[in-house]
Nanobody, 120 residues
């Protein structure tokens, strides 16, 4: 089994910045795509950002120019740098990874989520 652990969430004022991290551990042979979803109460889940093993990225229009996704393959870790945060960015952020295990099992696994709250 593969586990994902997110960190870096918290309370920040509008215009501020946060950096989320997500580290994968376990019997991992390789990881293809890694990324982030978010969900706020009363709203549908939104795909925020994705990055492939080759470094190709895709970000939601609502965060382009403000958020940056990156990864460190040696550490099996993905990051989300969030700048110029707005109140509407408030949500529970979930990390995911498409993994190939050492036993040649391929599946998507998810973290437990980390809360981001943007407020005065």
């Amino acid at each position: 089994q593969v586990q994902l652990v997110e960190s870096g969430g918290g309370l920040v004022q509008p215009g501020g910045s946060l950096r989320l991290s997500c580290a994968a551990s376990g019997n991992i042979l390789s990881i293809n795509a890694m990324g982030w979803h978010r969900q706020a109460p009363g709203k549908q889940r939104e795909l925020v950002a994705v990055i492939t093993s080759g470094g190709s990225t895709n970000l939601a229009d609502s965060v382009k120019g403000r958020f940056t996704i990156s990864r460190d393959n040696a550490k099996n870790t993905v990051y989300l740098q969030m700048n110029s945060l707005k109140r509407e960015d408030t949500a529970l952020y979930y990390c995911y990874a498409d993994v190939l295990t050492g036993t040649l099992m391929r599946y998507t696994t998810w973290g437990q989520g980390t809360q981001v709250t943007v407020s005065l």
